[in-house]
């Protein structure tokens, strides 16, 4: 009789539901219309130079991360010339503190997508909201390597500068001439 029972409850269930609209999309022939609140991996937001990330090298979104995917690697500050080094001694011998002319932008951002967890501490932590999550629902790859991104490099490829050092870039309102 229980078998029945349950025969009958699943019936219902069923009668309820036939009649309504399909739910489930066939992905290639049709596409779903909530891509537009889509989290993906993580970019670099651009500054007001193409090319040029807004990241300032402070390591903060990689202290923060839970699962230890991002890598900031700063640049080191050029080699100074003769005539600087001498204005350096002439401040120290001053007292003065010589400024330091260390890029702020980093050399490499270094993001492991198949460790991220997606939860935007590293977004939520970063002084300047250099980082923000792609709407790229369509990524696909071979082995775990294609999910490991130069983020710094990535946004330079985004603004046409690939294999271009990101200070040689244009100002922003200049044209290349």
């Not at 999309?25 to 670099?44: A, C, F, M, Q």
């Not at 270094?110 to 629902?137: H, I, R």
């Not at 775990?144 to 050092?165: C, I, P, T, W």
């Amino acid at each position: 009789m229980s078998d029945l029972w349950s025969l009958m409850v699943g019936l219902r269930v069923t009668k309820k539901y036939f009649l309504d609209p399909q739910v489930t999309v066939r992905y290639p022939w049709k596409e779903v219309d909530n891509i537009s609140t889509y989290k993906g991996h993580l970019e670099l937001v651009s500054a007001k130079t193409p090319g040029k990330p807004k990241c300032i090298s402070c390591g903060m979104c990689a202290m923060y991360c839970p699962s230890n995917c991002l890598t900031v690697v700063k640049r080191k500050a050029p080699k100074p010339t003769p005539e600087e080094e001498q204005a350096l001694a002439e401040a120290k011998a001053k007292g003065e503190k010589p400024k330091d002319k260390t890029p702020k932008d980093p050399e490499k951002l270094l993001y492991d997508f198949t460790l991220c967890s997606l939860c935007g501490t590293c977004m939520e932590n970063c002084p300047v909201g250099a980082l923000a999550f792609t709407g790229s629902s369509y990524l696909a790859g071979y082995s775990r390597s294609d999910f490991h991104y130069d983020l710094v490099q990535v946004l330079k490829n985004q603004a046409g500068l690939e294999g271009m050092d990101a200070s040689a870039a244009p100002e922003a309102g200049q044209s290349e001439a």
